[in-house]
Nanobody
């Protein structure tokens, strides 16, 4: 069974950076489709970044140019590097995965297609 464990959240001032990690267990990392999503209190879940098993990526409009999703296949880890953070980035961040191919652009806007989710890690950005 696929298990996802996020880490790296915390508090940072506006303009700062953070790197989140998602460790993937129980499935071949090279063939899995992955994504990062976030949800702030009172708001809907939002697609942050997705990467499919072909290596194609897509990013939410609000994070383009600031966030990236590098991978470390040797460690079965997906990262979310976040730069120039603003208070609007404050949310619980979740890693998601699916064994089947999900085109990155599709997955970003359809989180329900991801079958596996981590427990989340909180990111708080103060002004």
């Amino acid at each position: 069974e696929v298990q996802l464990v996020e880490s790296g959240g915390g508090s940072v001032q506006s303009g700062g950076s953070l790197r989140l990690s998602c460790d993937v267990f129980g499935y071949a990392f090279s063939t899995i489709s992955l994504g990062w999503f976030r949800q702030a209190p009172g708001k809907e879940r939002e697609g942050v970044a997705t990467i499919d098993n072909r290596g194609d990526t897509d990013y939410g409009d609000s994070v383009k140019g600031r966030f990236t999703v590098p991978k470390d296949p040797a460690k079965n880890t997906l990262f979310l590097t976040m730069n120039r953070l603003t208070p609007e980035d404050t949310a619980m961040y979740y890693c998601a995965a699916n064994k089947d191919y999900i085109r990155s652009s599709w997955g970003l806007r359809h989180p329900t297609f991801y079958a596996y989710w981590g427990q989340g890690t909180q990111v708080t950005v103060s002004s």
